[in-house]
């Protein structure tokens, strides 16, 4: 069965441009070899994750992820199996201008979420809508 683990974390201030290109290549380049899913959005002050795959996949690479200077105060708020997967690939997005992840896209975003049940769902909800502003 496939697992979910989602987290909003607080990203290093030091990182630049590039230091954010080449993570993000190296997410999508992994990702898409494992068959792992979701969604990684980037703010100046923060990182904001969705991983979904095959549940040893999914807890190795997150105990990766917790070790990584790229950011801190992880804060981890999903972490379940998840029956119907919610993703068809990998979405990363930067959002440079808070304002420019508009309704549409965070609808899109949820909708995908839905799948995680209300509860999931919910808790998300409010991490993406606060990070992403209105
Ligand atoms: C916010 C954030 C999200 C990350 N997400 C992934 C990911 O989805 N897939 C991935 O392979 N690496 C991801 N990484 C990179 C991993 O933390 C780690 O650098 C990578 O798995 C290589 O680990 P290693 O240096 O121990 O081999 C992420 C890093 C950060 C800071």
Known sequence: MRHAISYVSTANPNLNEEDIAN???????????HNITGVLLYTETNFFQLIEGEEDEIKSLYSRI???SHHNNIIKFVDKPVVNPAFD????RVVTDTSKL??????????????LGPASRKAVGRVVESIAGD
């Open 89 to 92: 690939g990998y979405i990363s």
């Open 23 to 33: 993570l993000f290549k190296q997410v999508n380049e992994f990702n898409s070899h």
């Open 66 to 68: 917790e070790k990584d």
């Open 102 to 115: 508009n309704r549409a896209n965070l609808k899109e975003y949820l909708h995908h979420i839905d799948v």
